[in-house]
């Protein structure tokens, strides 16, 4: 009886443990999605700053023969 508990008990510890490296090992992909996320606005600024009035105009025109 004795010797079922602490299998019992000892199985419990080990899903435990086993569940925290799980959450830790989640824990490192946060830097990379803001890497990911900065990186992609820089690029977007970068790309406003080079050709902000081209794109304005061509959006401009799209807009314009949609509406009619």
Do not use: K
């Not at 010797?3 to 080990?14: C, D, E, K, P």
């Not at 090992?25 to 606005?41: K, N």
């Amino acid at each position: 009886m004795i010797r079922n508990q602490m299998a019992l008990r000892l199985v419990g510890i080990l899903l435990t443990v086993g569940s925290m490296r799980r959450r830790r090992s989640e824990r490192g992909d946060v830097p990379g999605w803001v890497l990911v996320t900065v990186m992609t606005a820089g690029l977007v600024a970068a790309l406003w700053a080079v050709a902000g009035d081209t794109l304005t105009t061509m959006l401009s025109d799209a807009l314009a023969s949609v509406t009619g």
